[in-house]
């Protein structure tokens, strides 16, 4: 019979229980027992919507990021937790974010790095190593959550990091190399298998995705020696890997001495015959075949196709689960009432995407037959979806064909401009900026919600999104600042927003995915051929505008940053897609310039997240990807100043690629990695002005100036101080004004302190 099981489960809830829970526990409205019984709660439920699997995932949820779990696990946490107090739970909220609930900004520390895992839009807690780290087992939380599911009557499969992987995902903070720990770190492994096989656990899923990523000699050798170290564990190990192919690793992976291998067969569909031929007759093969990325059905007529042929050869050694965790998708479709039932009967959710996990192993097991009627719901809405004339666009179509190089050059090069621009803005040097928007207060959410559910006409709604703007104006002159926004209180998210005012995007009500902490988004579909039936900011750009003398940025989300952020359409390329995109911003960014807005600002916070994992096949991805933001961006005149927008990745590999984009200027995230991601600076003449993020608005902390200062001055050191603004890291919408304001009091006054002691 075929194994099923499954890799992770969304852990946010189908009503984002977990992030309402945080975030009370942060502010002091709930005890850190009830936060736990929160959790405890939302275990059951999901563990329950996986009852009908062979084994069930443990060690998924997590109450900020599976890595810092892994951290805490083996007793990796940064010094600087050293002398405060509380429990465990506080010192995890504190290198989650930099403080824990119940506590004052001067009990806060330096929050641990976040960047993005792998090519997705979740972000993880960067582990940290220096030369003396030492590990030490804290299995606590995994055995609590074994006694959980087993209280079920559930078969649990832990997962963990891998050894070599989590060396991988961190960073040392000296000079020594992180492949040195190994030797300490495998010890401490042993010992949690140990314990794990102790409270009776035969299988341990051992996540090792770096696999799928270029390797050299030395990485390499180390999963050997890891699990030669590891092989005479007594649970039995599942490596797994994801998001990509194996390519040159294939062999490796398949002779490790493991008792089972995990390939995502949507990822690698190519490589399931040579894993199939290469891996030994006493492994087990977990197959990846339902996507878990993605939104769309399964067709399961043609994944059985090629699926019952390895059966056949493999019999009871093969597994079925999803590609990867479904953390990458939402909870539950049933919910969905609002959405268009023709759109909706194409997709899966979590909990779809196991019902069809389970009707492909009971066909494998049982023959076709036994689920006859599933295939043909199956199939119809595969068809269904391929000849919808509401996909296919002939005006958007013919668009693409007249798309010419011309389009994405400016008139002038950048020292032209740039000389036209500081003449019609007369900036100071320093400028201070914001990345966009400001806070969402419980008012805003409050009237957006009025105005959907039919309880505000639009022209009440419309005045009271006016006076939130008025009031984000005044705030801003009154601290002082160079450059103003609008405050995008009318957005509900900066991908969303755009989306809903596409034609060919679908949206969902309850379709919450996370993308880290408390933090969770709600992605647009992208169903069909994009296109823009009217202006999208303009109105609101100019009401602000004419509120000040200020030059004030008109804001947008850039076409690869809305691709990435979306579920996308899986029948034509993401390339045509994201032109289709590009094409849509351009019109908007010309209607904003001819309304008179000086600054407009095209976001492409998720530019590298579209990176392959593999550098070969950067090129293609990046040639593309900015080419789409050049013809977005590309089509003003000089004395319009075009700044982007990125945050929360390395961009040290592709600053090239970056300075292609010619963007007049680029704010980027640093203040978490110490002004570390401007190393590349160092090496690389980046052409054209730059913001380094200077306030971490991703943790409640509030910089004073003279940290603000000294960060600057780290970055002067790389960049000529003509060339630099001060902004904080990202947008401002998940802070409060009493954080904000603040924080942006010190970046000002710091800035006015440059200007004084740097000539």
């Not at 010094?79 to 405060?84: I, P, V």
Request: with cysteine.
């Amino acid at each position: 019979m075929v194994t099923t099981h499954n890799l992770g489960f969304p852990r946010v809830g189908a009503r984002r229980e977990l992030k309402f829970a945080q975030e009370a526990f942060w502010k002091g409205q709930i005890t850190e027992d009830e936060l736990q019984i929160t959790g405890a709660g939302l275990r059951r439920r999901h563990w329950h919507s996986q009852q009908r699997l062979s084994r069930v995932p443990v060690g998924d949820f997590s109450f900020y990021d599976q890595v810092l779990d892994m951290s805490f696990t083996l007793g990796n946490l940064p010094e600087r937790l050293n002398d405060t107090e509380g429990s465990e739970l506080d010192r995890y909220f504190r290198v989650a974010r930099g403080r824990s609930g119940h506590e004052s900004a001067c009990c806060g520390v330096q929050a641990g790095e976040m960047t993005k895992w792998f090519d997705t839009n979740y972000h993880y807690i960067v582990p940290e190593f220096h030369q003396n780290t030492r590990f030490q087992l804290k299995a606590d939380r995994l055995i609590e959550q074994i006694t959980e599911a087993r209280a079920q009557g559930l078969a649990p499969k832990p997962v963990i990091i891998g050894p070599v992987t989590y060396l991988w995902l961190g960073k040392t903070k000296d000079e020594h190399d992180r492949l040195s720990l190994l030797e300490s770190l495998l010890p401490v492994y042993s010992k949690l298998l140990d314990v794990l096989a102790a409270h009776g656990v035969d299988w341990v899923q051992v996540d090792e995705p770096a696999l799928v990523t270029d390797l050299d000699a030395d990485w390499r050798h180390a999963f050997s020696l890891a699990y030669h170290h590891l092989k005479t564990s007594a649970p039995k190990l599942l490596v797994t890997t994801y998001f990509g192919e194996l390519r040159e690793n294939l062999q490796l992976a398949c002779e490790l001495p493991v008792a089972g291998l995990h390939l995502d067969a949507i990822s690698a569909p190519q490589e399931v015959a040579r894993v199939v031929d290469w891996l030994p007759p006493h492994k087990q093969l977990s197959l990846g075949i339902i996507n878990g990325r993605n939104i769309w059905r399964t067709d399961l007529e043609k994944t059985l196709d090629w699926l019952e042929p390895v059966h056949e050869k493999l019999g009871g050694r093969l597994w079925l689960a999803p590609s990867c965790s479904l953390l990458h998708v939402p909870v539950d479709l049933s919910s969905e009432e609002k959405l268009d039932p023709e759109i909706r009967n194409w997709m899966a959710f979590a909990t779809q995407k196991l019902d069809e996990l389970n009707t492909l192993a009971t066909a494998l097991n049982h023959g076709r037959a036994a689920v006859q009627k599933s295939l043909v719901e199956s199939t119809v809405a595969i068809n269904s979806q391929k000849t919808s004339e509401r996909v296919h666009n002939a005006s958007v179509q013919a668009r693409l064909k007249d798309v010419r190089p011309a389009l994405g050059q400016r008139q002038s090069p950048y020292p032209d401009r740039i000389a036209i621009q500081q003449q019609k803005l007369g900036l100071p040097r320093f400028p201070t900026t914001t990345i966009g928007s400001f806070p969402q207060t419980r008012d805003i959410r409050q009237t957006r919600l009025q105005f959907h559910k039919g309880e505000l006409t639009e022209a009440d709604y419309n005045a009271r999104i006016r006076e939130h703007v008025r009031h984000c104006i005044t705030e801003q002159e009154a601290l002082g600042l160079d450059v103003l926004v609008h405050g995008e209180a009318e957005r509900n998210d900066m991908v969303e927003y755009f989306g809903e005012q596409l034609d060919g995007y679908a949206f969902s009500q309850f379709g919450w995915v996370q993308s880290y902490g408390s933090r969770c988004v709600k992605p647009p579909i992208l169903f069909g051929d994009i296109s823009r039936p009217k202006a999208m900011t303009v109105e609101w750009t100019r009401y602000a505008q004419s509120l000040t003398e200020k030059p004030l940025k008109g804001m947008l989300t850039g076409p690869v940053t809305i691709l990435n952020w979306s579920f996308v359409r899986d029948d034509q390329s993401r390339q045509e897609s994201c032109l289709q995109l590009a094409l849509a911003i351009r019109e908007e960014v010309l209607d904003l310039e001819a309304s008179g807005v000086r600054i407009i600002q095209i976001d492409e916070a998720a530019l590298r997240e579209g990176l392959p994992l593999r550098q070969s096949d950067w090129k293609s991805y990046l040639d593309w990807a900015i080419d789409a933001f050049r013809i977005a961006a590309n089509g003003v005149r000089d004395e319009t100043q075009i700044h982007t927008h990125m945050c929360y990745s390395e961009f040290n590999d592709i600053i090239e690629a970056i300075a292609r984009m010619d963007a007049d200027v680029i704010t980027i995230e640093t203040s978490r990695s110490d002004m570390e991601l401007l190393d590349a600076f160092r090496g690389f003449q980046y052409p054209n002005d730059i913001g380094p993020g200077v306030y971490d608005i991703h943790s409640p902390n509030i910089p004073d100036s003279e940290q603000i200062r000294s960060l600057m001055i780290k970055a002067a050191e790389r960049i000529p101080v003509e060339r630099l603004w001060v902004n904080p890291d990202c947008g401002l919408k998940t802070r409060q004004w009493e954080e904000v304001r603040p924080a942006l009091r010190s970046m000002v006054a710091a800035a006015r302190e440059l200007r004084e002691s740097i000539q």
